[in-house]
C-alpha cells in the first residue's frame, strides 16, 4: 500500500494498494444490495470515480434491522457482561490504531480532507472515542432508590435496542465512533448509515469490528441514498432509536418520521450558525485573529460549528480583520493528498454549487467581499474554493443567517457588549460560540448569556472525549462525547421489590 509519507498525488495511487469495502455489511458478510443497484463513490479530489458502492433501500433496511433485532434478543452481546464489552471495544480501538493508515487514506480520497488532517485528527480521535466507550462502560453504576425498610427499588439502565445511527459526510469516521463507542458500549444492536458522499471508512470499519469480536448482526452498515435507506431507517418500526448528526432540515426529517412510526427516540446533532465574539478587551489579537481564521476554514469550513460569524468590536475590527487576513492567506486550498496541504476540496459538486452560491448571494446583497470568493483549482477536475471573507455584514443578510458549510465568513461590527450578545443570539442555531477578552466579568456574563451548548472562552473548537458536545434550539438535542452520551443509548428501568418482616 501506498504510504502516507511517500506523499501520493493523484487519486489512482493513493487508492491503489487499499482494499476497498463498497458492498453492505450485513450479518457478518459484504453482500450487495437487494436490488443490485448501486452509485458513484467520486472523490472530490479530482472528480474520479473510486468505487461502485451498493445503493441500498427499504428491501435491505428490512434485513439489517431483522439481523440486529435477532443479535440483540439473543443477548449476544446485549446480556455480555460490560467487563466483556469492553475488552472486545478495546480492540477493536487497537485494530483501528493498527489500520490507521489506511482509514486516514480512505476518509482522505472519499471526502477530500487533507491527509495530515485524517491523519493527525481524525483517525486518532476515533479510534480514542471507541477506547474510551469501553474503557467507561464497567465504570458505570445502577442506582437504589431512598425507600423506607418495606421495599427495595433499584435502579437499572438498560439498552435501547436496535440503534439507527445516521452520520455526516464532513467527518465520516469520527462522528460513526462518536454514535458506535456508546450505542455499543451499552449492549444496542446499531445499523449505520453513511453518508452517501462518504462511505468507505464506515464499510472498512464493519471488517474490522468483526474482527475484534463484535458478533454478527450487532454492528449492520447500509450505504445508500438518504431519501430512501435513511428514510426507510428513520420510518422503520422495529428500531427504538435514530442518532443523527447532519443538516437541521435532514433532522426535522427524523422528528417526523419517528412520530409516523413508532415514537422512537431521536438525538439530533443539527446545524450551526456560530457566532465567534472578539472584544475590545481581547489582549492578543494575534491568537483571536488565528482562532477565527481556523475556526471557519479547517476542514473547508465544512465543521458544523464553524465560527462564520465573526462579531468584533468596531475599535478593534479593521485590526483584527487585517490579521485574520494575514492568515487566510497562508491557508490555501492544495491536493489533500500533500502532507503539507492545510486546506482540501469541497466534499462534492452539490456543495460545491451551494458554496457558490452563497458567495453571489453575499455580493448581491451588499455585503463587502475582502478576501477570495472563487473557485480555484479547477483544471484539476475537482471542488475546490478558497478562503472567503466578507465585511460589511449585517445579521439579516442570507450568508449570516443560513448555514454555507464552507470557507465562508462573514464580519459583523458592535459597539456594546450586550448588542453583541443580541446578534449572537438572533438565530435559529445554538450549537456553539467563542468569545475572546480579558475581562473575567464580561467572559462570564457572555458565556452565560449565548444560547449556545458549548461557548469557548479564548479559544475555538477546543474539545474533548471527556466534554460533552451538542446545541441549543434547532441545532437539536442529546449530547455526543462524555459519559452524558451513555444516557441516550439507554433507558431508566425501576425495579420495585416489596420487602416483609
Known amino acids: 500500500m501506498t504510504t502516507i509519507s511517500e506523499g501520493p498525488r493523484s487519486v489512482a495511487d493513493a487508492v491503489a494498494g487499499l482494499d476497498i469495502r463498497a458492498q453492505a455489511y450485513l450479518d457478518g458478510a459484504y453482500v450487495d444490495a437487494a436490488s443490485g443497484e448501486t452509485f458513484d463513490c467520486v472523490s472530490p479530489i479530482s472528480g474520479e470515480v473510486v468505487a461502485q458502492v451498493a445503493a441500498c ?62 491523519t493527525n485528527v481524525d ?3 476515533a479510534t480514542e472515542c471507541i477506547a474510551w466507550y469501553g474503557e467507561a462502560i464497567d465504570k458505570v453504576y445502577d442506582e437504589i432508590a431512598p425507600t423506607g425498610p418495606d421495599a427495595h427499588v433499584s435502579i437499572v439502565r438498560e439498552p435501547l435496542g436496535v440503534v439507527g445511527a445516521v452520520v455526516p459526510w464532513n ?39 468483526s474482527e475484534a469480536g463484535i458478533p454478527d448482526g450487532v454492528l449492520q452498515v447500509l450505504p445508500g441514498f438518504g431519501e430512501t435507506a435513511g428514510q426507510a431507517l428513520g420510518r422503520h418500526p ?15 426529517l ?27 478587551e481581547c489582549g492578543d489579537l494575534d491568537a483571536a485573529a488565528t482562532a477565527v481564521a481556523w475556526g471557519v476554514f479547517y476542514n473547508q469550513g465544512e465543521v458544523c460549528n464553524a465560527g462564520s460569524r465573526l462579531l468584533v468590536h468596531e475599535a478593534v475590527k479593521d485590526e483584527l480583520l487585517e490579521k485574520v487576513v494575514g492568515v487566510a492567506q ?38 463587502g467581499l475582502h478576501l477570495g470568493g472563487a473557485r480555484v483549482r479547477e ?46 443570539n438572533d438565530t435559529i442555531y445554538g450549537l456553539s460560540a467563542g468569545i475572546w477578552t480579558d475581562d473575567v466579568n464580561v467572559a462570564h456574563r457572555a458565556a452565560r448569556a449565548i444560547r449556545a451548548g458549548i461557548v469557548w472562552v479564548n479559544t475555538f473548537d ?18 455526543d462525547k462524555s459519559i452524558h452520551a451513555l444516557e441516550k443509548f439507554t433507558d431508566l428501568k425501576a425495579i420495585w421489590i416489596a420487602l416483609r418482616d
Open 254 to 280: 427524523f422528528l417526523r418520521y419517528a412520530g409516523e412510526s413508532n415514537m422512537k427516540r431521536t438525538a439530533l446533532e443539527c446545524g450551526g450558525k456560530s457566532p465567534h465574539i472578539v472584544t475590545r
Open 123 to 125: 483517525v486518532p480521535l
Open 462 to 479: 477546543a474539545g474533548d472525549i471527556t466534554s460533552p458536545f451538542g446545541g441549543f434550539k434547532q441545532s437539536g438535542f442529546g449530547r
Open 57 to 118: 433501500d427499504t428491501v435491505d433496511v428490512d434485513r439489517a434491522v431483522v439481523g440486529a433485532r435477532a443479535a440483540f434478543e439473543s443477548g449476544v452481546w446485549s446480556r455480555l457482561a460490560p467487563k466483556k464489552r469492553k475488552r472486545v471495544l478495546q480492540k477493536l480501538a487497537g485494530l483501528m490504531a493498527e489500520h490507521a493508515e489506511e482509514l486516514a487514506l480512505l476518509e482522505t480520497v472519499d471526502m477530500g480532507k487533507p491527509i495530515r488532517d485524517a
Open 379 to 424: 483544471d484539476t477536475g475537482g471542488y475546490y474554493v478558497e478562503p472567503t471573507i466578507f465585511d460589511a455584514v449585517s445579521n439579516d443578510m442570507t450568508i449570516a443567517r443560513e448555514e454555507i458549510f464552507g470557507p465562508v465568513l462573514s464580519a459583523i461590527s458592535f459597539s456594546e457588549l450586550d448588542e453583541a450578545i443580541t446578534i449572537a
Open 238 to 252: 422495529d428500531v427504538d432509536m435514530i442518532a443523527f448528526t447532519g443538516s437541521t432540515e435532514v433532522g426535522k
Open 171 to 209: 467527518f465520516p469516521l469520527m462522528m460513526a465512533s462518536w454514535k458506535l463507542g456508546p450505542a455499543l458500549a451499552t449492549g444496542n444492536s446499531v445499523v449505520l448509515k453513511p453518508a452517501e458522499q462518504s462511505p468507505l471508512t464506515a464499510l472498512r470499519l464493519a471488517e474490522l469490528a
Open 330 to 367: 497562508r491557508i490555501r486550498p492544495g491536493d489533500p493528498l500533500d502532507p503539507k496541504t492545510r486546506m482540501g476540496a469541497i466534499v462534492d459538486q452539490t456543495q460545491l454549487s451551494r458554496v457558490l452560491g452563497y458567495i453571489d448571494s453575499g455580493k448581491s446583497e451588499g455585503a
